[in-house]
């Protein structure tokens, strides 16, 4: 069994950011919580480009993902994390994407990608992370 090492938060929104880094360690999760406020940023952090290219953060086994977002988005992000090497992606247990969106269309086009397990509403819940939690230890 994998043990859960960090969660990435991929969040333009640093409030949104700092609620869920708090909601985590109120639930006691115990692990390295990493925000990226892009696609992009969450990019090289997953391959160690750019400002984290000597990083040791460990990689992570949770990503909570936005749509809307400056410079790369969540819909771009998805795009190019599908074609990132499977030994990149291979701790990436659960991908869920968090947004505030009501459009019905953004939940089927991102439930109807492989990389995705789940599309929730934000801010997110207590009850979602235990349950997203609990997921990713089922699949590790």
């Known amino acids: 069994m994998k043990k859960l ?3 990435l938060l991929v969040d333009d929104d640093h409030f949104t950011n700092l609620m869920h880094s708090d909601l985590i360690r109120e639930a006691g999760v115990d692990v390295h919580i990493q925000v990226a406020l892009n696609g992009k940023d969450a990019l090289d952090f997953l391959t160690h480009r750019g400002a984290y290219e000597n990083s040791t953060a460990p990689c992570p086994g949770i990503i909570l993902l936005d749509i ?15 074609k990132l090497d499977v030994s990149i992606k ?5 991908l869920m994407m968090l947004t505030t969106s009501l459009n019905p ?18 801010p997110l819940s207590m009850e979602t992370l235990k349950d997203a939690i609990e997921r990713y230890n089922k699949m590790a």
């Open 68 to 82: 809307n977002m400056p410079v790369m988005d969540g819909w771009e992000f998805l795009d190019a994390f599908e």
């Open 105 to 122: 269309d953004d939940k089927k086009r991102a439930l109807s990608i492989s990389a995705i397990n789940d599309y929730c509403g934000k």
């Open 90 to 94: 291979k701790d990436i247990l659960l």
């Open 5 to 7: 090492n960090c969660i």
